[in-house]
């Protein structure tokens, strides 16, 4: 059964950083991506990021791109999403997602297992 655990969020203000983890277990995720989505209050679940776990290639939400970092620890199951310099629009539950595919997507539809999230508030 595969479950995953985040961990990591919290409050910060404007410009800071927090590192988000992903505890994945009850397989091996070597043919999978995992990816995180966020949703704010009273909108849909978008995008942020994934990362292939064989080979580490990423793909990014514009919206993040050149703030956010997906990486992977293989040898702890663990996967983070590095954020920086932080904006309030950036405040949401953060989900982790696992799908049973080399192939990348960004559709929520398409990842088959979910974490519960974690709260991420940027304060102005």
């Known amino acids: 059964q595969v479950q995953l655990v985040e961990s990591g969020g919290g409050l910060v203000k404007t410009g800071g950083s927090l590192r988000l983890s992903c505890v994945a277990s009850?397989?091996?995720?070597?043919?999978?991506?995992m990816a995180w989505f966020r949703q704010a209050p009273g909108k849909e679940r978008d995008f942020v990021a994934a990362i292939r776990w064989s080979s580490g290639s990423t793909n990014y939400a514009d919206s993040v791109k050149g703030r956010f970092t997906i990486s992977r620890d293989n040898a702890k199951n663990l996967v983070h999403l590095q954020m920086n310099s932080l904006k309030p629009e950036d405040t949401a539950v953060y989900y982790c997602a696992a799908r049973a595919s080399n192939y990348y997507t960004s559709r929520m539809q398409s990842y088959n297992y979910w974490g519960q999230g974690t709260q991420v508030t940027v304060s102005s």
């Open positions: 009850g397989r091996s995720f070597s043919n999978y991506h």
